[in-house]
């Protein structure tokens, strides 16, 4: 921290010659896009940019990288993938509010000569939505032309099979019914455990899990604390793990495509 207790890990904290700097020396720009989006009773309705925050401050002390303030709000909850939108503080946005910020946000980090760009997805529901305002934003700006890169990826993707395996003794759900269950919970308890309450973990599952969506969404395929999965399983030593993959998977993405 600085002496003004600024954390110039934060886009926000930094001045524009800071900003500047930065630009100049090539640092990586991370995005989270998360969600308001509810967690069953034990974690909070911002655990998806929460989650997705934290990992990005963790990169920015391993990398030369600037951690923007992350998006908030994300698409739509779906009922089979974060509970939908029935529960009270579930706040979302719509496909072309999403896909148009950012791909405003983009390409106004292009324009200030950002070549480094990482769009950290914390909320499943986002991907396509992130991919469309990434696509939008590269027919506007030739990304070749100046030698930049923008890489889609969250920190989900990289907990290893073998890890899966281990969690679950062979018998991982998948991650959509996974949702506010042992894999969020102990990955949280490891790298912000303030945010978890061990005494209210869920211990149901939902009635039933159809392999297809319902509009409007019936009550028997979402449990009535919101998570899709007991998250009795969680752990201390299961989240280190979890971030241990997550990190190494971040380690081997950034070498391979930016050279660090």
């Known amino acids: 921290m600085s002496p003004l207790n600024l954390d110039k890990r934060l886009m926000a904290h930094l001045t524009w010659q800071e900003f500047d700097q930065r630009v100049k020396e090539n640092y990586i720009f991370i995005l989270t896009v998360g969600a308001i989006e509810q967690h069953g009773l034990h974690l ?17 002390n391993r990398y030369p990288a600037v951690v923007m303030p992350p998006l908030q709000y994300g698409y739509r909850s779906q009922a089979t993938v974060g509970g939908g939108d029935q529960f009270p503080g579930t706040t979302c946005i719509g496909a072309q509010a999403l896909i148009a910020t950012v791909r405003d ?4 980090l292009l324009r200030h000569g950002v070549r480094r760009i990482v769009v950290n997805n914390s909320h499943l529901e986002n991907h396509n939505f992130l991919v469309e305002g990434i696509e939008l934003a590269r027919r506007d700006i030739n990304l070749e032309e100046r030698g930049c890169k923008i890489l889609l990826t969250g920190w989900g993707n990289f907990v290893q099979d073998d890890t899966l395996d ?27 455990p303030e945010y978890v309450d061990m005494s209210k973990l869920p211990d149901e599952s939902c009635p039933r899990y159809p392999k297809y969506s319902i509009f409007p969404t019936p009550p028997d395929v979402v449990t009535k604390n919101g998570a899709l999965a007991p998250a009795k399983g969680t752990t201390l030593e299961k989240g280190k793990r979890i971030l241990q993959d997550v990190f190494n998977g971040y380690a081997e993405a ?6 660090l």
């Open 44 to 60: 909070p309705i911002g655990f998806d940019y929460l989650m997705g925050h934290e990992v990005a401050l963790e990169l920015a």
């Open 105 to 108: 946000i983009l390409e106004e």
């Open 254 to 259: 950034f070498k391979t495509e930016f050279g």
């Open 166 to 192: 281990a969690l679950f003794n062979g018998k991982f759900p998948g991650w959509d019914p996974e949702h506010a269950a042992v894999i969020e919970t102990s990955a949280m308890l490891a790298i912000h």
